[in-house]
Every structure is written in structure tokens, then in C-alpha cells.
């Protein structure tokens, strides 16, 4: 069903963004509508071999899948592609991504807890398949050492939790001390490539990555915002949204936003120039209702109004709007809108800042 809001043009291209971001040049792509999937290959036999000739013409190092692969697809495919082409799903290339973006001890933890989570699994296909490449000799052997990496595997990811849960008290002493001051935090989410971090980097002048790339953000990154003679903020960034996170990363990609919880502002920042925005800003705000933010005012920033198809009918629907500001990261068009608007919401909710404060 996720299908009908989110096509498969959609996914791809969002795929594609994801390889970019995981440093791989996309040379094609291509689809197949079926019944069900192949259970040995996911895609039918005729499939395979379209695809192998291109390994073959474009000299592809690695074939990505939009949707989650068994361990015996992903084994079958390698085999039938040859050489030294590598195969892997959405999970892995995101995993892979979270592996070199994750900046914090505590993501570090968080994604090889995920890692772990994505091998678990599949463990057990990889030793039945070495049991029938000794001809049977060791049968049973096989069954048994699955059972003991399993258990090592479950062992491992049991410590991962403590030690992330206790990497997780340690940041919040942090914070507390951090909110002791009677400044402001405002948190900006958002999906991914709205500008996020062209935004901060606008009103900061921070280092913070801004490429147009996914997840270019992982760790929420604090920066302090004084501007001209209004009061003083601290501006954070969270992980962007995207909209086929896989299930198992779910956790992973909340823990992350769970600092928002504290701030006293949620300023949520949308490409508006993206054919699909509507569609983002619902995906967004379904997370932040499931999180307990519900009592942080929240601003709207319709960012990129400078690629907007139409930029004038756009600012006039946004200034019919109550909460909603229209800016150009970019251009740095608005941003004088923009920081009157946080001061004014801050103003609002500073009760409830200074509340906070022990
Ligand atoms: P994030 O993932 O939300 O942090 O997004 P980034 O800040 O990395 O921005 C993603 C891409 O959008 C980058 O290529 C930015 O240069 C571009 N971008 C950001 N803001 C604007 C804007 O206001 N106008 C235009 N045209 N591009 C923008």
C-alpha cells in the first residue's frame, strides 16, 4: 500500500540519493512488476539476465535491491551475476551510511546494534550453505555452529544495550546541565534534503555538512544563533526523514530524535519546491506525533521558495497561514522573517523553558 503514495520512480530515485550518499555512482536502473517475487532471485530469470549483460556493458561493481533480499536471493544473485559484483538491499546500504555518517559514540552503538540486528538472521542460510559445500560430511555441524554464533551474535548485541542505555543517562546529565541556562533550544526536523543544514550553516556560519546528499546529519549537531539585536538561541539539527526507512532502522533513526523532546521550539523545515511535499510534511508530522513533543510550539519553514515552480503564489499562501515562514536557505531570502518568528515563539514558550531548570 505504501506503494500507491510513494511510487517505485519515487523509491528509486530516493535509492539513488541513498547510494550517492554511500559514496557509490549510479549508472542505471531499472524495475519489474510481478505477481509475488522470485523466491530464489527476487526478480524473474529474464530479469537477471538483462541486468547481467549490463554488469557486463557498464562495468557495475554492485547491484543495489529497493527491497529487503533473503540471505539465499542475496547468494543466488551473486552467483548469477559473477565475478566479483556485489549484492545487497536498501537495509544494508542505509546500514552501511549510518556506519560512516555515525559521528557520536552513541550512534556508533546504535548502528552496530542495528548491524548486528540485519546479520542475526541470516547467519543461518551462510552455514548450511558450507555444510553442502563439504558434500555432507559435516552434517549437523553446521546446525550446531549457527547455534553458537547466534548466541554470541544475541551476547553481543545484550551488551550493545546496556552500554547504549548508559551512553543514553550520561547525555541527558549533559543536557540537564545545558537547559540549566535560560536559553532557548530550537530543534529543526524535517526530511532529508529540505536544507536542514544549509539553514544552520546560513545562520551560523557552523561546519556543518550540507551536500545534497542523504543523511548528511546523523548526530543532532548544537549551534548557538545570535543575530542583529535579538536574543540568543541554540539551533539544533536532527536526522532527515526519508520515506522507505526500513523497519529494523526505525528504532535507530527515533533514538536519535528523542533529544527534540527538550526544546522549546520545533521548527520544521520542508522543501516546498519537491513535487512530493505534502506527502513529506505528513510523513514528518505522523513521527512527531508519536513522540512526546505535543506541548513544543512548532514553526513551519517552506525552505527553497527561490526553486519553487510558482515563488509568488507560494509566499501568499504562506502568509495566510498562521506558523508558517517562507525562506531561502539559499538566497537567505525570509531568514529575517524567520529569526522574528523564533523569537516570538520563544517568547512563549520561555515559561516553560526556564521551568525546565532545576
Ligand atoms: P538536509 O538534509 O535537510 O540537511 O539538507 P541540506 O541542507 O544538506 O540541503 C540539501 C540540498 O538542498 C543541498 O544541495 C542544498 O544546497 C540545497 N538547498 C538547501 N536550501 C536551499 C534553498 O533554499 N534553495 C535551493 N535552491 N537549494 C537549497
Given at each position: 500500500?505504501?506503494?500507491e503514495s510513494f511510487g517505485i520512480d519515487e523509491s528509486l530515485k530516493e535509492l539513488a540519493q541513498l547510494a550517492d550518499t554511500g559514496g557509490l555512482m549510479v549508472v542505471g536502473s531499472t524495475y519489474q512488476k510481478l505477481p509475488f517475487p522470485?523466491?530464489?532471485?527476487?526478480?524473474?530469470?529474464?530479469?537477471?539476465?538483462?541486468?547481467?549483460?549490463?554488469i557486463h556493458a557498464l562495468d557495475v561493481e554492485t547491484v543495489i535491491?529497493?527491497?529487503?533480499?533473503s540471505p539465499g536471493q542475496l547468494r543466488n544473485l551473486e552467483k548469477a551475476f559473477g565475478g566479483d559484483v556485489r549484492v545487497?538491499?536498501?537495509?544494508?546500504?542505509?546500514?552501511?551510511?549510518?556506519?560512516?555518517?555515525?559521528?557520536?559514540?552513541e550512534a556508533a552503538l546504535q548502528v552496530a546494534l542495528a548491524q548486528m540486528e540485519y546479520q542475526l538472521p541470516r547467519l543461518t542460510r551462510m552455514w548450511t550453505h558450507l555444510e553442502r559445500q563439504a558434500g555432507g560430511q559435516v552434517k549437523g555441524m553446521g546446525e550446531k555452529q549457527i547455534e553458537v554464533d547466534k548466541r554470541i551474535l544475541r551476547t553481543q548485541i545484550g551488551i550493545l544495550k546496556k552500554e547504549l542505555e548508559s551512553v543514553r543517562k550520561h547525555r541527558k546529565q549533559y543536557r540537564n546541565r545545558r537547559t540549566s541556562v535560560p536559553v532557548p533550544v530550537v530543534s529543526l526536523v524535517g526530511y532529508t534534503n529540505a536544507g536542514k543544514s544549509t539553514l544552520l550553516n546560513r545562520l551560523t556560519g557552523a561546519n556543518v555538512l550540507a551536500e545534497d546528499r542523504l543523511?548528511?546529519?546523523?548526530?543532532?549537531?548544537?549551534?548557538?544563533?545570535?543575530?542583529?539585536?535579538?536574543?540568543?538561541?541554540?539551533?539544533?539539527?536532527?536526522?532527515g526523514f526519508i520515506q522507505k526507512l526500513p523497519t529494523m532502522l526505525v528504532a535507530a533513526f527515533r533514538a536519535t530524535l528523542e533529544e527534540i523532546s527538550e526544546s522549546?521550539?520545533?521548527?520544521?523545515?520542508?522543501?516546498?519546491?519537491?513535487?512530493?511535499?505534502e506527502q513529506q510534511i505528513e510523513a514528518v508530522e505522523?513521527?512527531?506525533s508519536e513522540l512526546d513533543v505535543s506541548s513544543i510550539p512548532k514553526l513551519m519553514v517552506w525552505n527553497k521558495v527561490d526553486k519553487a515552480q510558482d515563488p509568488q503564489k507560494i509566499k501568499l499562501?504562506?502568509?495566510?497561514?498562521?506558523?508558517?515562514?517562507?525562506?531561502?536557505?539559499?538566497?537567505?531570502?525570509?531568514?529575517?522573517?524567520f529569526c522574528d518568528a523564533v523569537q516570538h515563539k520563544v517568547k512563549d514558550s520561555m515559561v516553560w523553558v526556564e521551568a525546565l531548570v532545576p
Open positions: 500500500d505504501r506503494e522470485n523466491p530464489r532471485t527476487y526478480i524473474g530469470s529474464g530479469k537477471v539476465s538483462e541486468i547481467k549483460s549490463a535491491f529497493d527491497d529487503e533480499l545487497c538491499d536498501r537495509t544494508a546500504l542505509i546500514l552501511d551510511i549510518f556506519n560512516q555518517r555515525a559521528a557520536t559514540h543523511f548528511a546529519t546523523l548526530d543532532p549537531t548544537t549551534r548557538r544563533v545570535q543575530i542583529k539585536n535579538r536574543k540568543e538561541f541554540l539551533l539544533t539539527d536532527t536526522v522549546s521550539l520545533l521548527v520544521h523545515v520542508v522543501d516546498i519546491s519537491h513535487p512530493l511535499s505522523n513521527v512527531l499562501e504562506a502568509e495566510t497561514r498562521e506558523d508558517v515562514v517562507c525562506i531561502s536557505a539559499l538566497t537567505g531570502e525570509g531568514l529575517e522573517e
